[in-house]
């Protein structure tokens, strides 16, 4: 799987944006970009994904760049219940169903 | 939907005994489980992925014969830690893939092994 580069931490104040950066330079054509985030103590959980276009869900944003090889995490009102690990995942989709964890950044959110 | 959970979540045992963890798919049906370890501040290491009715394939470092996994269905997989050791003592997780066709996978809660 390629490699993804994520930032080992970041600070975002209650109610205000969060832009978590992800670089994957060595993505390849076929490789899904996936957000992962894990609560203290708890598993892991799905955030969102995307191949090519930007992606909205009731979570989150991810914004991926034209040539892919980076993409952001966007929460748009962060909350104290957002604190947690993001881990940026790249899969191949198919056959290849591994998720390989990096160390993620681990976001804090302030009151 | 989509819920995976584990069982028990927080186990201590002696050390030379064995330990099972189940985890299971509440309401699909998981054509993939994978179990992972974490131990303290480090992120979640694959030790193994299960196909029901198929043998388990094993991460590299990974000793099959400690750490058992059985996939009895498409709900139901298994992880028993034989003869447990204090160097054992992690917080294993399980996820299951429904098979789409980009991966997603669902996690359980995880359960806290302690060896004493």
């Known amino acids: 799987d390629a490699k993804t580069t994520q930032p080992n931490s970041m600070e975002s104040n209650e109610e205000e944006p969060v832009h978590l950066p992800c670089n994957h330079s060595?993505?390849?054509?076929?490789?899904?970009i996936h957000w992962y985030r894990q609560l203290p103590s708890q598993g892991p959980e799905y955030v969102i994904h995307?191949?090519?276009s930007n992606v909205n869900n009731r979570m989150a944003s991810l914004a991926i760049a034209e040539d892919r090889k980076s993409s952001t995490l966007i929460l748009h009102r962060a909350t104290l219940r957002d604190a947690a690990v993001y881990y940026c995942?790249?899969?191949?989709?198919?056959?290849?169903?591994?998720?390989?964890f990096g160390k993620g950044t681990l976001l804090t959110v302030n009151p | 939907g989509a819920v995976v959970s584990q069982h028990p979540s927080r186990v201590i045992c002696k050390s030379g005994t064995s330990v099972k963890i189940e985890c299971r798919s509440l309401?699909?049906?998981?054509?993939?489980m994978f179990w992972y370890r974490q131990f303290p501040k480090q992120s979640l290491m694959l030790m193994a992925t299960s196909n029901e009715g198929s043998k388990a394939t094993y991460e590299q470092g990974v000793e099959k014969d400690k750490f058992l996994i059985n996939h009895a269905s498409l709900t139901l997989s298994t992880l028993t830690v034989t003869s447990a050791h204090p160097e054992d003592s992690s917080f294993y997780i399980c996820?299951?893939?429904?098979?789409?066709?980009?991966?997603?996978?669902?996690f359980g809660p995880g359960t806290r092994l302690t060896v004493l």
């Open positions: 060595t993505i390849s054509g076929t490789d899904y």
């Open positions: 996820s299951a893939d429904r098979g789409s066709s980009y991966n997603e996978q669902f």
């Open positions: 309401d699909f049906q998981a054509t993939t």
């Open positions: 995307g191949l090519t």
């Open positions: 995942i790249l899969t191949s989709g198919g056959s290849n169903y591994k998720l390989t």
